[in-house]
């Protein structure tokens, strides 16, 4: 896929994380026992806060966070005429807790992570 096409491609990964959290947002008050998406990789459980929206204050956001949505506003390298291998997209994830399986009782903590979504094998409900 040339760079110049990666405008009109969308991630099915991401996009159904998007949905699933516009209808999380809505059932709320018939479930409220519905806390948040856990994200399943190869090698652990993520425990975070998704960020579907842009924020208001870009200057007001963590590092991370900032320089990402920065690149999804205006990408400083043009790779309109490359080729792209890897096609997939970032999901920004807030105030995470990271469970690995090999030792579940020792989770991470972070205040921000970018989730590739070709490392998502799937999703669940905390």
């Known amino acids: 896929m040339k760079?110049?096409?990666?405008?009109?491609?969308?991630d099915f990964k991401k996009l159904t994380i998007v949905e699933l959290q516009i209808k999380i947002e809505e059932?709320?008050?018939?479930?409220?026992?519905?806390?948040?998406?856990v994200y399943v990789t190869q090698s652990a459980l993520i425990e975070a806060d998704f960020q579907m929206e842009l924020a208001e204050h870009l200057e007001e956001e963590p590092i991370l966070g900032r320089s990402l949505q920065e690149y999804e506003i205006r990408p400083e390298i043009d790779i309109k005429e490359k080729t792209i291998v890897n096609l997939s997209a970032c999901i920004y994830l807030k105030?995470?807790?990271l469970i690995p399986f090999s030792s579940p009782n020792e989770p991470t903590y972070l205040e921000e992570f970018?989730?590739?979504s070709d490392h998502l094998l799937g999703i669940t409900m905390k």
């Open 95 to 97: 105030d995470v807790k």
């Open 114 to 116: 970018i989730l590739f």
């Open 3 to 10: 760079g110049k096409e990666l405008e009109e491609a969308i």
């Open 27 to 37: 059932l709320k008050e018939k479930y409220p026992e519905a806390n948040k998406l």
